[in-house]
């Protein structure tokens, strides 16, 4: 009879500022066998093995909420300490310099590059629902065990323009092909809702899930 422990499920944080889709995300992180928290207490950030960056709404106001709270100091903090970092449709957008939504603003800055409105070549904006992604990078963790093209689903007008090409982790298309998945380092989004993208989204979290079990980071 073996005498090993097993491991605790890994603890990912899901940033709480108000805006985004804290529970859906919460529940499909469950779902795929991680402890998920919701919270903006940094002490409780700092204990999670990974973070989910989650948004809907305005790129300008969102930055303005995550100033307020400190927490754009967090991430970056946590970004330096090798924490997994995964941000989620608008929350995507926000891992990058600037967005021209509205009058424009500073994001992260956690990747380099901008976010402009998506040129939907005559289709109706936002784009609304499930697009082909087709990986550009099928070496990244966060494709391992899923095929060649997945399909997710898809709400949003803007779309980030990674500063090197090498940040693509795979693309969809919508009038243009636009960065659908981008990866640098342990920093991760996807334009799209995983959370709401059924089996491929739940498996693009549970690849997430299990970096994050595989990092080993301090507090």
């Known amino acids: 009879m073996s005498s090993e422990q097993p491991q605790p499920r890994p603890l990912i944080g899901v940033v709480d500022y108000g805006m985004g889709n804290r529970r859906s995300a919460e529940k499909a992180l469950e779902h795929v066998g991680a402890r998920a928290l919701i919270s903006r207490d940094h002490a409780q950030l700092r204990e999670a093995d990974g973070l989910v960056l989650p948004?809907?709404?305005?790129?300008?106001?969102?930055?303005?909420?995550i100033r307020e709270l400190g927490l754009d100091e967090l991430l970056g903090e946590r970004v330096r300490a090798g924490v997994p970092v995964f941000g989620l449709c608008m929350g995507m957008q926000l891992l990058f310099d600037s967005s021209e939504e509205h009058d424009g603003a500073a994001g992260l800055g956690l990747l380099a590059g901008d976010v402009r409105r998506l040129p939907a070549r005559g289709l109706k904006l936002p784009h609304i629902g499930w697009s082909e992604v087709r990986w550009q990078q099928p070496d990244t963790p966060l494709a391992e065990g899923l095929?060649?093209?997945?399909?997710?689903?898809?709400?949003?007008?803007?779309?980030?323009?990674?500063?090197?090409?090498d940040v693509v982790l795979a693309r969809a298309e919508y009038g243009e092909p636009f960065a659908a998945l981008v990866?640098?380092?342990?920093?991760?989004?996807?334009?799209?809702?995983?959370?709401?993208?059924?089996?491929?989204?739940?498996?693009?979290?549970?690849?997430?899930?299990?970096?994050?079990?595989?990092?080993?980071?301090?507090?």
């Open 183 to 219: 990866g640098q380092g342990q920093v991760y989004g996807a334009q799209s809702h995983p959370e709401k993208s059924s089996v491929h989204g739940l498996a693009l979290l549970a690849n997430f899930t299990s970096l994050c079990g595989r990092a080993t980071v301090p507090a």
């Open 55 to 65: 948004g809907v709404g305005a790129f300008p106001a969102a930055m303005a909420v």
């Open 147 to 165: 095929p060649e093209s997945i399909y997710l689903y898809h709400v949003h007008s803007f779309v980030p323009y990674p500063a090197d090409d």
